[in-house]
Protein backbone atom coordinates (compact mmCIF):
# COMPACT_ATOMS: atom_id res chain seq x y z
CA UNK A 1 0.00 0.00 0.00
CA UNK A 2 1.18 3.48 -0.60
CA UNK A 3 0.71 6.13 2.26
CA UNK A 4 0.31 9.50 1.12
CA UNK A 5 2.19 12.93 2.23
CA UNK A 6 -0.17 15.16 4.47
CA UNK A 7 0.76 18.74 3.50
CA UNK A 8 1.83 20.80 6.31
CA UNK A 9 -0.82 21.94 8.74
CA UNK A 10 0.77 24.80 10.67
CA UNK A 11 1.87 27.74 8.88
CA UNK A 12 5.44 27.98 9.28
CA UNK A 13 5.38 31.82 9.29
CA UNK A 14 3.12 32.70 12.07
CA UNK A 15 5.44 30.78 14.54
CA UNK A 16 6.40 32.79 17.58
CA UNK A 17 10.05 31.89 18.40
CA UNK A 18 10.11 28.75 15.96
CA UNK A 19 11.40 29.73 12.65
CA UNK A 20 10.18 28.78 8.81
CA UNK A 21 13.58 27.50 8.21
CA UNK A 22 13.48 24.56 11.12
CA UNK A 23 9.93 23.58 10.55
CA UNK A 24 11.01 23.48 6.70
CA UNK A 25 13.79 21.43 7.66
CA UNK A 26 11.90 19.43 9.89
CA UNK A 27 9.11 18.17 7.18
CA UNK A 28 10.95 18.06 4.08
CA UNK A 29 14.23 15.89 5.70
CA UNK A 30 12.44 14.26 8.61
CA UNK A 31 8.90 13.62 7.99
CA UNK A 32 9.83 13.29 4.50
CA UNK A 33 12.35 10.50 5.37
CA UNK A 34 9.97 8.56 7.70
CA UNK A 35 7.32 9.02 4.91
CA UNK A 36 9.73 7.33 2.47
CA UNK A 37 10.99 5.13 4.61
CA UNK A 38 7.35 3.95 5.07
CA UNK A 39 6.45 3.39 1.46
CA UNK A 40 10.10 1.60 0.58
CA UNK A 41 9.41 -0.94 3.96
CA UNK A 42 5.94 -1.65 2.86
CA UNK A 43 6.01 -2.41 -0.69
CA UNK A 44 9.56 -4.51 0.39
CA UNK A 45 7.02 -6.11 2.27
CA UNK A 46 4.33 -6.78 -0.36
CA UNK A 47 7.33 -8.39 -2.45
CA UNK A 48 8.09 -11.14 -0.26
CA UNK A 49 7.87 -14.40 -1.20
CA UNK A 50 6.22 -15.48 2.04
CA UNK A 51 7.22 -19.01 1.54
CA UNK A 52 10.63 -18.29 1.24
CA UNK A 53 11.23 -15.71 3.83
CA UNK A 54 12.33 -16.40 7.18
CA UNK A 55 10.04 -15.21 10.20
CA UNK A 56 12.69 -13.22 11.74
CA UNK A 57 13.16 -11.25 8.14
CA UNK A 58 9.43 -11.00 8.36
CA UNK A 59 8.98 -9.70 12.15
CA UNK A 60 12.18 -7.47 11.75
CA UNK A 61 10.49 -5.47 8.46
CA UNK A 62 7.26 -5.42 10.07
CA UNK A 63 8.66 -3.40 13.45
CA UNK A 64 10.64 -1.11 10.66
CA UNK A 65 7.05 -0.13 9.11
CA UNK A 66 5.63 0.34 12.28
CA UNK A 67 8.15 2.27 13.54
CA UNK A 68 8.22 4.42 10.28
CA UNK A 69 4.58 4.33 10.24
CA UNK A 70 4.15 5.70 13.88
CA UNK A 71 6.96 8.26 13.07
CA UNK A 72 4.97 9.77 10.15
CA UNK A 73 1.19 10.17 11.98
CA UNK A 74 3.25 11.35 15.47
CA UNK A 75 4.80 13.87 12.90
CA UNK A 76 1.72 14.63 11.07
CA UNK A 77 0.60 15.54 14.50
CA UNK A 78 3.31 17.55 15.65
CA UNK A 79 2.88 19.61 12.93
CA UNK A 80 -0.64 20.09 13.23
CA UNK A 81 0.18 20.87 16.87
CA UNK A 82 1.53 24.13 16.22
CA UNK A 83 -0.06 27.43 14.71
CA UNK A 84 -1.84 28.93 17.77
CA UNK A 85 -1.13 31.21 20.57
CA UNK A 86 -0.39 28.30 23.20
CA UNK A 87 -2.64 30.23 25.81
CA UNK A 88 -6.16 30.13 24.83
CA UNK A 89 -7.26 26.85 26.17
CA UNK A 90 -11.57 26.79 25.00
CA UNK A 91 -13.48 25.90 27.80
CA UNK A 92 -14.17 22.61 26.99
CA UNK A 93 -10.80 21.26 26.47
CA UNK A 94 -9.77 23.57 29.90
CA UNK A 95 -12.46 21.62 31.67
CA UNK A 96 -10.91 18.04 30.11
CA UNK A 97 -7.74 18.97 31.58
CA UNK A 98 -8.48 20.30 34.44
CA UNK A 99 -10.65 16.96 35.07
CA UNK A 100 -7.97 14.82 34.71
CA UNK A 101 -4.74 17.00 35.82
CA UNK A 102 -6.24 19.25 38.74
CA UNK A 103 -5.51 22.54 36.61
CA UNK A 104 -4.83 23.71 32.66
CA UNK A 105 -1.47 25.15 34.61
CA UNK A 106 -0.61 21.79 36.83
CA UNK A 107 -0.83 19.78 33.06
CA UNK A 108 1.80 22.36 31.66
CA UNK A 109 3.88 21.98 34.08
CA UNK A 110 3.93 17.98 33.86
CA UNK A 111 4.24 18.46 30.09
CA UNK A 112 6.99 20.62 30.43
CA UNK A 113 8.97 19.05 32.82
CA UNK A 114 8.68 15.60 31.11
CA UNK A 115 9.62 17.21 27.72
CA UNK A 116 12.58 18.85 29.42
CA UNK A 117 13.76 15.49 30.79
CA UNK A 118 14.44 14.39 27.43
CA UNK A 119 16.66 17.21 26.66
CA UNK A 120 20.17 15.85 24.95
CA UNK A 121 17.98 12.47 24.25
CA UNK A 122 15.34 11.58 22.07
CA UNK A 123 11.30 10.86 21.70
CA UNK A 124 7.95 12.38 22.06
CA UNK A 125 6.00 13.79 24.60
CA UNK A 126 1.91 12.94 23.77
CA UNK A 127 -1.10 14.32 25.44
CA UNK A 128 -3.48 11.30 24.70
CA UNK A 129 -7.02 10.04 25.19
CA UNK A 130 -7.67 7.38 26.61
CA UNK A 131 -11.02 5.50 25.69
CA UNK A 132 -11.28 2.50 28.32
CA UNK A 133 -11.28 5.15 31.46
CA UNK A 134 -12.31 8.55 29.27
CA UNK A 135 -9.49 10.13 30.56
CA UNK A 136 -6.50 12.40 29.39
CA UNK A 137 -3.02 11.33 30.13
CA UNK A 138 0.59 13.01 29.40
CA UNK A 139 2.95 10.13 27.88
CA UNK A 140 6.77 9.78 26.64
CA UNK A 141 7.00 7.72 23.80
CA UNK A 142 10.68 7.30 23.51
CA UNK A 143 10.62 5.35 20.11
CA UNK A 144 7.90 5.71 17.33
CA UNK A 145 6.24 2.60 18.49
CA UNK A 146 5.70 3.32 21.47
CA UNK A 147 2.71 4.34 22.60
CA UNK A 148 -0.43 3.73 24.25
CA UNK A 149 -2.43 1.15 23.40
CA UNK A 150 -5.54 2.43 22.02
CA UNK A 151 -4.77 5.63 23.29
CA UNK A 152 -5.61 8.79 20.72
CA UNK A 153 -3.03 10.91 20.63
CA UNK A 154 -4.46 14.67 20.73
CA UNK A 155 -1.17 16.83 20.89
CA UNK A 156 2.61 15.87 20.02
CA UNK A 157 5.72 17.91 21.34
CA UNK A 158 8.69 15.89 18.74
CA UNK A 159 11.98 16.16 21.54
CA UNK A 160 14.77 14.28 18.91
CA UNK A 161 17.23 16.66 18.51
CA UNK A 162 16.19 17.24 14.83
CA UNK A 163 13.49 18.91 15.76
CA UNK A 164 15.09 21.92 17.39
CA UNK A 165 19.24 20.93 17.35
CA UNK A 166 19.56 23.62 14.05
CA UNK A 167 18.27 26.72 15.86
CA UNK A 168 18.60 25.98 19.28
CA UNK A 169 21.39 23.89 19.69
CA UNK A 170 21.48 22.27 22.95
CA UNK A 171 18.78 24.66 24.63
CA UNK A 172 15.93 21.93 24.72
CA UNK A 173 13.74 24.13 27.17
CA UNK A 174 13.76 26.69 24.79
CA UNK A 175 12.40 24.93 22.64
CA UNK A 176 9.90 23.62 24.32
CA UNK A 177 8.76 27.21 25.73
CA UNK A 178 8.85 27.81 22.22
CA UNK A 179 6.49 24.93 21.38
CA UNK A 180 4.33 26.13 24.80
CA UNK A 181 3.44 28.87 22.92
CA UNK A 182 2.47 28.11 19.52
CA UNK A 183 0.26 25.64 20.59
CA UNK A 184 -3.08 25.35 18.61
CA UNK A 185 -5.78 24.97 21.16
CA UNK A 186 -8.22 25.08 19.21
CA UNK A 187 -7.17 22.19 16.83
CA UNK A 188 -6.40 20.21 19.69
CA UNK A 189 -10.11 20.69 20.85
CA UNK A 190 -11.27 19.56 17.65
CA UNK A 191 -8.80 16.67 17.78
CA UNK A 192 -10.40 15.67 21.68
CA UNK A 193 -14.01 16.11 20.46
CA UNK A 194 -13.40 13.37 17.99
CA UNK A 195 -11.38 11.05 19.92
CA UNK A 196 -14.27 11.12 22.58
CA UNK A 197 -16.09 9.63 20.14
CA UNK A 198 -14.29 6.29 20.16
CA UNK A 199 -15.74 3.70 22.70
CA UNK A 200 -13.94 2.10 25.02
CA UNK A 201 -13.52 -1.31 24.59
CA UNK A 202 -16.71 -3.37 24.48
CA UNK A 203 -17.75 -4.79 28.30
CA UNK A 204 -18.53 -8.64 28.88
CA UNK A 205 -22.35 -8.94 27.97
CA UNK A 206 -24.08 -11.86 29.65
CA UNK A 207 -27.71 -11.79 28.65
CA UNK A 208 -29.00 -14.26 29.95
CA UNK A 209 -28.48 -12.66 33.23
CA UNK A 210 -29.33 -8.64 32.19
CA UNK A 211 -31.80 -8.98 34.87
CA UNK A 212 -30.13 -9.99 37.71
CA UNK A 213 -27.62 -7.17 39.31
CA UNK A 214 -24.27 -7.65 40.11
CA UNK A 215 -21.57 -6.05 42.13
CA UNK A 216 -17.79 -5.35 41.77
CA UNK A 217 -15.26 -7.32 43.69
CA UNK A 218 -14.23 -3.54 44.70
CA UNK A 219 -17.17 -2.61 45.65
CA UNK A 220 -17.60 -5.67 47.80
CA UNK A 221 -14.07 -5.17 49.05
CA UNK A 222 -15.34 -1.87 50.17
CA UNK A 223 -18.81 -3.25 52.09
CA UNK A 224 -16.10 -5.12 54.23
CA UNK A 225 -13.95 -2.73 55.38
CA UNK A 226 -17.00 -0.25 56.30
CA UNK A 227 -18.51 -3.15 58.33
CA UNK A 228 -21.58 -3.13 56.07
CA UNK A 229 -23.53 -5.93 57.37
CA UNK A 230 -23.39 -8.71 54.02
CA UNK A 231 -23.91 -12.16 53.60
CA UNK A 232 -21.22 -13.41 51.00
CA UNK A 233 -21.68 -17.03 49.48
CA UNK A 234 -18.75 -19.07 47.06
CA UNK A 235 -20.78 -21.06 45.05
CA UNK A 236 -17.69 -22.66 43.06
CA UNK A 237 -18.47 -25.94 41.78
CA UNK A 238 -17.55 -28.76 44.37
CA UNK A 239 -15.11 -30.24 42.04
CA UNK A 240 -13.02 -27.00 41.38
CA UNK A 241 -13.33 -26.46 45.24
CA UNK A 242 -11.95 -29.77 45.98
CA UNK A 243 -8.59 -28.53 43.97
CA UNK A 244 -9.11 -24.78 45.19
CA UNK A 245 -6.75 -23.92 47.94
CA UNK A 246 -8.24 -20.31 49.04
CA UNK A 247 -11.58 -18.83 50.08
CA UNK A 248 -12.26 -15.60 50.01
CA UNK A 249 -12.22 -13.87 53.63
CA UNK A 250 -15.40 -13.43 54.87
CA UNK A 251 -17.39 -15.68 52.08
CA UNK A 252 -19.03 -19.23 52.69
CA UNK A 253 -18.93 -21.92 50.56
CA UNK A 254 -22.03 -23.37 49.51
CA UNK A 255 -22.91 -26.03 47.00
CA UNK A 256 -25.42 -24.74 44.51
CA UNK A 257 -26.62 -28.06 44.31
CA UNK A 258 -27.94 -28.63 47.45
CA UNK A 259 -29.19 -25.16 47.57
CA UNK A 260 -32.69 -26.17 49.40
CA UNK A 261 -30.60 -27.42 52.58
CA UNK A 262 -29.02 -24.23 53.24
CA UNK A 263 -31.20 -21.44 51.76
CA UNK A 264 -33.19 -20.94 55.23
CA UNK A 265 -30.33 -20.23 56.92
CA UNK A 266 -29.99 -16.64 55.11
CA UNK A 267 -30.97 -13.46 56.65
CA UNK A 268 -33.70 -11.47 54.38
CA UNK A 269 -32.78 -8.39 56.06
CA UNK A 270 -29.44 -8.36 55.16
CA UNK A 271 -27.98 -8.27 51.66
CA UNK A 272 -26.38 -11.45 49.61
CA UNK A 273 -23.78 -11.76 47.35
CA UNK A 274 -22.90 -14.82 45.47
CA UNK A 275 -20.07 -15.71 43.07
CA UNK A 276 -18.55 -18.63 41.45
CA UNK A 277 -14.88 -19.37 39.86
CA UNK A 278 -14.94 -16.28 37.21
CA UNK A 279 -18.66 -14.59 37.36
CA UNK A 280 -19.75 -16.25 34.08
CA UNK A 281 -22.94 -19.01 35.24
CA UNK A 282 -22.93 -20.66 38.96
CA UNK A 283 -23.13 -17.26 40.76
CA UNK A 284 -25.31 -15.70 38.85
CA UNK A 285 -27.54 -18.13 38.67
CA UNK A 286 -27.53 -18.71 42.57
CA UNK A 287 -28.19 -14.59 42.58
CA UNK A 288 -30.79 -14.91 40.57
CA UNK A 289 -32.74 -17.97 42.58
CA UNK A 290 -32.19 -15.85 45.80
CA UNK A 291 -33.72 -13.11 44.40
CA UNK A 292 -36.58 -15.02 43.30
CA UNK A 293 -37.14 -16.43 46.41
CA UNK A 294 -37.26 -12.48 48.09
CA UNK A 295 -33.31 -12.50 48.94
CA UNK A 296 -31.91 -9.14 47.79
CA UNK A 297 -29.24 -10.95 46.25
CA UNK A 298 -26.44 -9.91 43.78
CA UNK A 299 -23.68 -11.79 42.12
CA UNK A 300 -19.80 -10.23 42.05
CA UNK A 301 -18.48 -9.70 38.29
CA UNK A 302 -15.52 -11.84 38.12
CA UNK A 303 -16.10 -14.39 40.60
CA UNK A 304 -13.12 -15.64 43.00
CA UNK A 305 -10.39 -14.64 40.06
CA UNK A 306 -11.44 -11.33 40.28
CA UNK A 307 -11.16 -11.65 44.09
CA UNK A 308 -7.59 -12.71 43.63
CA UNK A 309 -6.72 -10.39 41.11
CA UNK A 310 -7.67 -7.02 43.04
CA UNK A 311 -5.47 -8.85 46.35
CA UNK A 312 -8.72 -9.43 48.36
CA UNK A 313 -7.66 -11.00 51.06
CA UNK A 314 -8.36 -15.10 51.61
CA UNK A 315 -7.87 -17.93 53.89
CA UNK A 316 -6.73 -21.26 53.27
CA UNK A 317 -10.04 -23.08 52.37
CA UNK A 318 -10.52 -26.69 54.36
FE1 LIG B 1 10.84 14.95 14.14
Redesign the pocket.
Known sequence: MRYHLAPLYCRPWTLNGISPRLIES?YEN??GA?LNRLNTVSEEIEQLDLGKTADQTLARLNRDEIAALN?TL??EL?FASLGGDGRVVPDAMASAIAKDFGSVDRWRQEFVSIANSLAGGSGWVLLTYVPRDGRLINQIASEHDQSVAGGVPILAL?M?E??YHLEFGANASAYVAAFMRNIDWSAVTLRYEDAIKVAPPRLLEQKQFADVPSISAEEVREMLKSGTPVQIIDTRPKHYTTKAQDIMEGAVWRDRERLNDWIDTLSKTEPVVTFCVYGFHIGCETAATLRKAGFDARYMAGGHSAWKAIKGPVRLFE
Open positions: HNYASLHYDYHA
